[in-house]
């Protein structure tokens, strides 16, 4: 495959936060937060890319984004999955354990060979 | 569907992205806050932890930054970022920046300055409703004459054309206006009054004429032209209703607008004498009853049909000939109109007031596009040399993972940013360009006074800049384009020798490109050169220095005597030039009809004693049997004022004019034709032999060399020099009320400049009659000179452009060679330290400029071939594919290009070999 690195990156982060919006809409630090728990704490992801991302995904018509009260009585910009995102994250998950699966047998094949 | 939510959304941000940005800062705040609440419940102090809580977002600014990529509709935003980042980059390389600015205006500049020409004269339509639709009808005749339209065809056209919506016919005329009590003449125009259906205009101030203003017997009324009613009248809009001039019976009906200039003097046609403005409109009376196919003498005007071309109207009317000369009997019958070759005319109005300028202005916006094109060239070969200097800058971001395209980005961007400053110096230079210009222009150059710069002009230099910018921004990106990955590029950056091949190869072709445009450029020049040198070398057959000439118009005769009004006019004037020759500084002075040269050429039937054609019973058709010669009608001493050699008899003389002349002088062409390998002095002619009982001998009285009369370029012909006056039974019935007084000055500050002799000439002039208007004063030498101004104006501009595009591509060269030299330092070193000489070492640097000015050359020549021949128009004497001018040429670039090497070459002998094998 041809992508280069930081297509990958990105590529990344917009999987795990559709995935992280599929539970419930959130605003952009909840999706941070719930991000660095889900993966344990490995993808500690500069927070601020989180943004770009955000705003990349609504341009695709992946999320949508809406200003709501929370508990402790502040504005903050909420992001929900349209139903778009959700078919988008589903093939996205299909491609993903597809090339893992394959990077999976690669390795054990090149670990049996070495 | 969401598709077309998320463009939506887009295209919302787009318009309000100050709210998006304030959202966006308070979704920021929100984020951090948060982080560090929670950082804070984890047990860090609040000021740590709102540290740690900013350091854990990272760059907020670039955050900001990418969020406004992520959404910036059509990219708009970035574009102006981009230009924005170019900018401080140029700022921090002045240099640079300076040279690339300068280079692209002057290029700019010159391009706009004749593009802003070539748009007020060509361009810009005439200010009429639908101008395009207005066309110029005329006729010409198998002599390539040009003839205006005869009445009889006004009206089987008006009657009868499906492909004119309108047409009118009109005369432009000039009469002195007697009684004022100062000089005056006026220039009129008589038109059909559906002249206002062609040319539609509206009154500034009263009514234009009608049909019924036009009915025989009408009370005379008149419009004023603008510019007439303001001189004369002081724009006083209660002019209408008054008499247009004391007693003169002339009601002013309306003032015509000030863009009502479609009229120009047509020499060629007119049938009184030119001017330079019409001052006053009247309708002309025609009787359609009277109408005839004949006299071809009106100008004609028309409007096209919707959706027809001049060429279908030219065939409907051509179609339409021989049923008109039926229906309109008059001296042209079907037969003789199509044994004469006579066809209409049908050209666009713009076309026929522009004329040839138009082919010229598009020539040279081709050669100052060349010069653009070579100032492109050159400020593309700063930037590849400036991204060789940034190469191990560009490898490393590339290898970074900065794509080709934010590479493009930014070099595209500094172009375009260098390139709108230098088209705004250029928009600049192109203002006291034009200037310039017209300077140099021909002077009666049409539509002058819509030169300037406008919004066609601002948006063609702004076109022009954004293109220039994106060639040179995109150029030295190509040599990137093969290297795959940046780790490749790093590699070969920093072995440092090999690494430029690409780009070397680059900037030679850019030069090699320069020094064909040069060539290109040079051969033009080189052969409008010759043009011109072969026109100067022509022997005009007069002697113009030292001559003034001016136009004058006699009063009314006052001298009641026995002989008639003609003679006494003949009389008249002498009268005038012999006062005239009272003044210090004038040696003689004459009077003539048709100045040499001037416009305006008229030929006769001519035929001499024992040479008649058949003449059958009253029958006009021999006259065409009659072979034709030019004809000037010239006053005593006329030839001998300008300078005429006279090779056998004498000029006619002031004697002669006392009554009828009786004698006549001819050219040797004439005298070389009628009485070959005889003396033609002595022998009688006959002007328009009609009548054996009537027709008017002359007796040769001289032989002149030939003059060259219609235009330089016209060979000479047979002709006639006519005494002024001639018996009133001749054929003609008329005599010449317009005259052009001749002027020669003796030796000393007068003929050094005639023009300074010309108040002196003025008061004796108004002296001897206070009413006499003067007009066209100039001397004989501007006469001749403008036979060669709009060779000689296409001369100088290519001239220029070609010394610019020569300067740009010696210097274009030096710069090639120049680091071709610094990049073989090291071999140079170890040859010298071999024991090199000096000379084989600058052989070897020349032989690398000489090899790219072979290579521009080759190219150039055949380009040349093709391109001149857009010249072959204004060529003289010179074809297009003249060996000398290649050949000149050829060897100029080859030398500038030696000379530009010689320099750099001259450094490579003094590299020290020590220092150049240590320095790597």
Same mark, same amino acid.
């Given at each position: 495959?041809?992508?280069?690195?930081?297509?990958?990156?990105?590529?990344?982060?917009?999987?795990?936060?559709?995935?992280?919006?599929?539970?419930?809409?959130?605003?952009?630090?909840?999706?941070a937060?719930r991000?660095?728990?889900?993966?344990?704490?490995?993808?500690?992801?500069?927070?601020g890319?989180?943004?770009?991302?955000?705003?990349?995904?609504?341009?695709?018509?992946?999320?949508?984004?809406?200003?709501?009260?929370?508990?402790?009585?502040?504005?903050?910009?909420?992001?929900?999955?349209?139903?778009?995102?959700?078919?988008?994250?589903?093939?996205?998950?299909?491609?993903?354990?597809?090339?893992?699966?394959?990077?999976?047998?690669?390795?054990k094949?090149?670990?049996?060979?070495? | 569907?969401?598709?077309?939510?998320?463009?939506m959304?887009?295209?919302r941000?787009?318009l309000?992205?100050g709210?998006?940005?304030?959202?966006?800062?308070?979704?920021?705040?929100?984020?951090?806050?948060?982080?560090?609440?929670?950082?804070?419940?984890?047990?860090?102090g609040?000021?740590?932890?709102?540290?740690?809580?900013?350091?854990?977002?990272?760059?907020?600014?670039?955050v900001?930054?990418?969020?406004?990529e992520?959404y910036g509709?059509?990219g708009?935003?970035?574009?102006?970022?981009?230009?924005?980042?170019?900018?401080r980059?140029l700022?921090?390389?002045?240099?640079?920046?300076?040279?690339?600015?300068?280079?692209?205006?002057?290029?700019?500049?010159?391009?706009?300055?004749?593009f802003?020409?070539?748009?007020?004269?060509?361009?810009?339509?005439?200010?009429?409703?639908?101008?395009?639709?207005?066309?110029?009808?005329?006729?010409?005749?198998?002599?390539?004459?040009?003839?205006?339209?005869?009445?009889?065809?006004?009206?089987?056209?008006?009657?009868?054309a499906?492909?004119?919506?309108?047409v009118?016919?009109?005369?432009?005329?000039?009469?002195?206006?007697?009684?004022?009590?100062?000089?005056l003449?006026?220039?009129?125009i008589?038109?059909?009054?559906?002249?206002?259906?062609?040319?539609?205009?509206?009154?500034l101030?009263?009514?234009? *004429?009608?049909?019924?203003?036009a009915?025989?017997?009408a009370?005379?009324?008149?419009?004023?032209?603008?510019?007439?009613?303001?001189?004369r009248?002081?724009?006083?809009?209660?002019?209408?209703g008054?008499?247009?001039?004391?007693?003169?019976?002339?009601?002013?009906?309306?003032?015509?607008?000030?863009?009502?200039?479609?009229?120009?003097?047509?020499?060629t046609?007119?049938?009184g004498s030119?001017?330079?403005?019409?001052?006053?409109?009247?309708?002309?009376?025609m009787?359609?009853?009277?109408?005839?196919?004949?006299?071809?003498?009106?100008?004609?005007?028309?409007?096209?049909?919707?959706?027809?071309?001049p060429?279908?109207?030219?065939?409907?009317?051509?179609s *339409?000939?021989?049923?008109?000369?039926?229906?309109?009997?008059?001296?042209?019958?079907?037969?003789?109109?199509?044994?004469?070759?006579?066809?209409?005319?049908?050209?666009?109005?713009?076309?026929?007031?522009?004329g040839?300028?138009?082919?010229?202005?598009?020539?040279?916006?081709?050669?100052?596009?060349?010069?653009?094109?070579?100032?492109?060239?050159?400020?593309?070969?700063?930037?590849?040399?400036?991204?060789?200097?940034?190469?191990?800058?560009?490898?490393?971001r590339?290898?970074?993972?900065a794509?080709?395209?934010?590479?493009?980005?930014a070099?595209?961007?500094?172009?375009?940013?260098?390139?709108?400053?230098?088209?705004?110096?250029?928009?600049?230079l192109?203002?006291?360009?034009?200037?310039?210009?017209l300077?140099?222009?021909?002077?009666?150059?049409?539509?002058?006074?819509?030169?300037g710069?406008?919004?066609?002009?601002?948006?063609?230099?702004?076109?022009?800049?954004?293109?220039?910018?994106?060639?040179?921004?995109?150029l030295p990106?190509?040599?990137?384009?093969?290297?795959a990955?940046?780790?490749?590029?790093?590699?070969?950056?920093?072995?440092g020798?090999?690494?430029?091949?690409?780009?070397?190869?680059?900037?030679?072709?850019?030069?090699?490109?320069?020094?064909?445009?040069?060539?290109?450029l040079?051969?033009?020049?080189?052969?409008?050169?010759?043009?011109?040198?072969?026109?100067?070398?022509i022997?005009?057959?007069?002697d113009?220095a030292?001559?003034?000439?001016?136009?004058v118009t006699?009063p009314?005769?006052?001298?009641?005597?026995?002989?008639?009004?003609?003679?006494?006019?003949?009389?008249?004037?002498?009268?005038?030039?012999?006062?005239?020759?009272?003044?210090?500084?004038?040696?003689?002075?004459?009077?003539?009809?048709?100045?040499?040269?001037d416009?305006?050429?008229?030929?006769?039937?001519?035929?001499?004693?024992?040479?008649?054609p058949?003449?059958?019973?009253?029958?006009?058709?021999?006259l065409?049997?009659?072979p034709?010669?030019?004809?000037?009608?010239?006053?005593?001493?006329?030839?001998?004022?300008?300078?005429?050699? *006279?090779?056998?008899?004498?000029?006619?003389?002031r004697?002669?004019?006392?009554?009828?002349?009786?004698?006549?002088?001819?050219?040797?062409?004439?005298?070389?034709?009628?009485?070959p390998?005889?003396?033609?002095?002595?022998?009688?002619?006959?002007?328009?032999?009609n009548?054996?009982?009537?027709?008017?001998?002359?007796?040769?009285?001289?032989?002149?060399?030939?003059?060259r009369?219609?235009?330089?370029?016209?060979?000479?012909?047979p002709?006639?020099?006519?005494?002024?006056?001639?018996?009133?039974?001749?054929?003609?019935?008329?005599w010449i009320?317009?005259?052009?007084?001749?002027?020669?000055m003796?030796?000393?500050?007068?003929?050094?400049?005639?023009?300074?002799?010309?108040?002196?000439?003025e008061?004796?002039?108004?002296?001897?009659?206070?009413?006499?208007?003067?007009?066209?004063?100039?001397?004989?030498?501007?006469?001749?000179?403008?036979?060669?101004?709009?060779?000689?104006?296409?001369?100088?501009?290519?001239?220029?452009?070609?010394?610019?595009?020569l300067?740009?591509?010696?210097?274009?060269?030096?710069?090639?060679v120049?680091?071709?030299?610094?990049?073989?330092?090291?071999?140079?070193?170890?040859?010298?330290?071999?024991?090199?000489?000096?000379?084989t070492?600058?052989?070897?640097?020349?032989?690398e400029?000489?090899?790219?000015a072979a290579?521009?050359?080759?190219?150039?020549?055949?380009?040349? *071939?093709?391109?001149?021949?857009?010249?072959?128009?204004?060529?003289?004497?010179?074809?297009?594919?003249?060996?000398?001018?290649?050949?000149?040429?050829c060897?100029?670039?080859?030398?500038?290009?030696?000379l530009a090497?010689?320099g750099p070459?001259?450094?490579a002998?003094?590299?020290?070999?020590?220092?150049?094998?240590?320095?790597?």
């Amino acid at each position: 495959m041809s992508l280069i690195r930081s297509d990958l990156l990105r590529g990344t982060l917009d999987l795990l936060i559709l995935k992280t919006l599929t539970l419930e809409p959130m605003h952009g630090w909840g999706v941070a937060q719930r991000i660095r728990q889900l993966s344990d704490e490995v993808f500690d992801v500069n927070q601020g890319s989180m943004y770009p991302a955000l705003r990349r995904l609504q341009r695709k018509g992946w999320v949508t984004s809406e200003w709501r009260v929370t508990d402790n009585n502040r504005r903050a910009r909420y992001y929900t999955l349209t139903p778009l995102g959700r078919r988008q994250l589903a093939d996205e998950e299909e491609q993903w354990e597809l090339s893992s699966a394959a990077v999976d047998r690669v390795l054990k094949l090149a670990l049996q060979g070495g | 569907m969401s598709h077309w939510a998320a463009f939506m959304t887009k295209v919302r941000e787009t318009l309000r992205r100050g709210d998006v940005d304030r959202e966006l800062d308070e979704e920021i705040t929100y984020h951090i806050e948060h982080e560090t609440e929670r950082l804070i419940a984890g047990g860090i102090g609040p000021e740590a932890a709102r540290r740690q809580a900013r350091a854990q977002f990272g760059n907020a600014r670039a955050v900001r930054e990418q969020v406004r990529e992520e959404y910036g509709f059509a990219g708009l935003e970035a574009v102006w970022r981009d230009l924005r980042h170019a900018t401080r980059g140029l700022r921090r390389s002045p240099g640079f920046a300076a040279t690339a600015i300068v280079t692209i205006g002057l290029g700019i500049g010159a391009t706009t300055a004749v593009f802003s020409v070539l748009n007020g004269v060509v361009l810009r339509p005439l200010p009429y409703d639908d101008a395009g639709e207005i066309v110029r009808v005329s006729h010409t005749d198998n002599d390539g004459d040009r003839l205006g339209i005869p009445d009889g065809a006004y009206f089987f056209w008006r009657d009868n054309a499906t492909t004119l919506d309108a047409v009118a016919a009109y005369l432009e005329l000039s009469e002195p206006l007697h009684g004022a009590g100062e000089p005056l003449e006026l220039g009129m125009i008589i038109a059909t009054p559906s002249l206002f259906e062609v040319v539609r205009v509206a009154p500034l101030y009263g009514r234009l *004429f009608t049909e019924e203003d036009a009915a025989p017997g009408a009370p005379d009324v008149v419009l004023l032209t603008y510019s007439f009613w303001q001189d004369r009248y002081g724009g006083d809009p209660g002019v209408i209703g008054r008499d247009a001039f004391p007693e003169s019976d002339m009601e002013v009906i309306g003032v015509l607008p000030p863009d009502f200039d479609f009229v120009r003097p047509d020499p060629t046609i007119s049938f009184g004498s030119p001017f330079d403005e019409p001052q006053i409109v009247m309708p002309l009376t025609m009787r359609q009853a009277n109408a005839r196919y004949g006299n071809f003498m009106y100008q004609g005007i028309a409007r096209l049909a919707p959706g027809a071309t001049p060429e279908a109207a030219a065939t409907e009317l051509m179609s *339409f000939m021989p049923r008109a000369a039926e229906t309109y009997t008059g001296s042209h019958t079907p037969q003789s109109l199509r044994e004469g070759g006579h066809r209409p005319v049908v050209v666009p109005l713009k076309r026929a007031i522009v004329g040839s300028l138009e082919d010229t202005l598009w020539i040279l916006l081709g050669a100052v596009g060349f010069v653009l094109l070579i100032a492109v060239a050159n400020v593309a070969n700063l930037f590849v040399a400036r991204a060789g200097a940034r190469g191990r800058e560009i490898a490393v971001r590339r290898s970074l993972g900065a794509g080709w395209g934010a590479l493009a980005r930014a070099s595209v961007s500094e172009g375009v940013v260098l390139s709108l400053a230098g088209g705004a110096l250029g928009v600049g230079l192109a203002v006291v360009g034009t200037r310039a210009l017209l300077g140099l222009a021909p002077a009666d150059i049409p539509r002058v006074e819509q030169i300037g710069i406008d919004p066609v002009v601002l948006a063609f230099a702004a076109g022009v800049s954004v293109l220039a910018g994106l060639v040179f921004g995109l150029l030295p990106l190509v040599q990137f384009r093969g290297a795959a990955d940046g780790g490749a590029a790093l590699r070969e950056e920093s072995r440092g020798g090999t690494a430029g091949r690409d780009r070397q190869r680059m900037r030679r072709g850019l030069v090699a490109v320069q020094v064909a445009f040069a060539l290109v450029l040079l051969v033009g020049a080189g052969l409008l050169l010759r043009t011109f040198a072969n026109l100067r070398a022509i022997e005009p057959g007069f002697d113009p220095a030292g001559v003034l000439t001016m136009r004058v118009t006699l009063p009314e005769s006052r001298t009641e005597t026995a002989a008639s009004e003609a003679v006494s006019r003949a009389r008249e004037m002498v009268a005038l030039v012999e006062r005239i020759e009272t003044i210090p500084g004038v040696e003689m002075a004459a009077f003539t009809a048709d100045l040499p040269l001037d416009g305006g050429e008229y030929r006769d039937y001519v035929a001499v004693e024992g040479a008649l054609p058949a003449v059958a019973e009253g029958e006009r058709a021999a006259l065409e049997e009659a072979p034709t010669a030019l004809r000037v009608f010239s006053g005593p001493g006329y030839l001998t004022a300008i300078g005429a050699r *006279f090779v056998a008899g004498r000029d006619l003389e002031r004697g002669d004019f006392a009554d009828y002349p009786q004698y006549v002088v001819v050219n040797e062409a004439f005298a070389a034709e009628r009485w070959p390998g005889e003396s033609a002095l002595g022998r009688r002619l006959v002007q328009w032999p009609n009548d054996p009982e009537q027709d008017v001998w002359y007796t040769v009285a001289g032989v002149v060399a030939d003059n060259r009369e219609a235009s330089l370029m016209t060979p000479p012909e047979p002709t006639i020099y006519l005494p002024t006056v001639f018996r009133p039974d001749d054929g003609f019935g008329m005599w010449i009320t317009d005259m052009t007084l001749v002027v020669r000055m003796s030796a000393g500050p007068a003929a050094a400049d005639p023009a300074s002799v010309f108040g002196a000439i003025e008061r004796e002039i108004h002296a001897y009659h206070p009413e006499i208007p003067i007009r066209a004063v100039q001397t004989l030498g501007a006469v001749e000179a403008r036979s060669f101004q709009q060779v000689s104006f296409a001369m100088v501009l290519i001239l220029v452009a070609g010394g610019v595009a020569l300067l740009l591509g010696a210097i274009g060269i030096y710069g090639v060679v120049s680091y071709l030299v610094t990049l073989r330092t090291r071999e140079l070193g170890i040859r010298i330290a071999l024991g090199a000489s000096p000379r084989t070492l600058r052989r070897s640097i020349v032989r690398e400029g000489a090899g790219i000015a072979a290579l521009g050359i080759g190219v150039g020549v055949v380009a040349a *071939f093709l391109v001149s021949r857009v010249l072959s128009s204004m060529l003289f004497g010179v074809a297009t594919t003249d060996v000398v001018t290649y050949g000149g040429v050829c060897t100029v670039l080859f030398v500038a290009v030696i000379l530009a090497s010689l320099g750099p070459a001259r450094r490579a002998t003094g590299v020290d070999p020590v220092e150049a094998i240590r320095a790597e």
